[in-house]
């Protein structure tokens, strides 16, 4: 079975901090993908990153960063010097099953952001 | 253009009524997706078109009814719904249904059934 998990489910910061968001999956596929989302309280889902199974490096975009750990099986986000437009719901999700187009999502973290 | 549109906004229903939710793409993407979310929850999916065809039904009520006109169009048919259905309605699009691709959502449709 696909799993994803987001055990933190809500992250309180004070601006400038840097903050880790956790995402660990389950799969049985050898190829698979990971994305991470943004959904800020206008609701719109934004896309952040896709990382595929094979590709273990970390990637680092501005304030953003990803680190890939398939010998634990999670993806996580860290973000450096938070900003108050930090602040939305962060979602974690694995392709599912080939050519189906679906998407296994964590339950989501919470961020907050305090200026 | 990496945009997807949405029309309406906002949307207030009674549960005898008829509505349509309306998405749009322009970025030649084949692939169309509905998602359901309701608060705090992550998004649910729908139903899944690729190339213009219905490919997945997540054993969706009939009360709810895609349609999908042309490859940049996609609507959601709502009729007799219940209140219980009151959620935000998300389009998203891809370039295909392979899992490589990432899916880009529209700002969604906040529904509220009376």
């Known amino acids: 079975a696909q799993k994803v998990t987001q055990a933190q489910t809500e992250i309180s910061v004070v601006e400038k901090e840097d903050v880790t968001l956790d995402c660990v999956y389950e799969t049985r596929d050898t190829t698979y993908y990971l994305f991470w989302y943004k959904q800020p309280p206008s609701g719109e889902l934004v896309f952040l990153i896709r990382r595929n199974s094979f590709d273990e490096q970390n990637e680092i975009s501005g304030r953003y960063s990803w680190n890939f750990q398939k010998s634990t099986s999670s993806f996580n986000f860290t973000i450096t010097a938070s900003q108050v437009v930090d602040s939305a719901v962060y979602f974690c999700a694995l392709s599912g099953a080939s050519n189906t187009g679906k998407l296994i999502f964590g339950q989501g973290t919470t961020l907050q952001v305090k200026p | 253009d990496t945009e997807v549109t949405q029309t309406p906004k906002h949307l207030v229903m009674g549960m005898t009524n008829k509505k349509s939710l309306k998405c749009e793409q322009h970025m030649g993407h084949r692939a169309m997706y509905w998602y359901k979310q309701k608060a705090k929850k992550p998004p649910e999916l729908m139903f899944v078109?690729?190339?213009?065809?219905?490919?997945i039904n997540e054993s969706v009520p009939s009360r709810f009814s895609p349609e999908c006109p042309n490859s940049s169009l996609l609507n959601l048919h709502l009729h007799a719904l219940q209140p219980e259905d009151s959620a935000l309605y998300l389009c998203?699009?891809?370039?295909?249904?392979?899992?490589?691709?990432?899916?880009?959502f529209g700002p969604g449709t906040r529904l509220t059934v009376l």
């Open positions: 078109y690729s190339y213009e065809k219905l490919s």
């Open positions: 998203a699009s891809s370039q295909g249904v392979g899992r490589a691709n990432e899916q880009f």
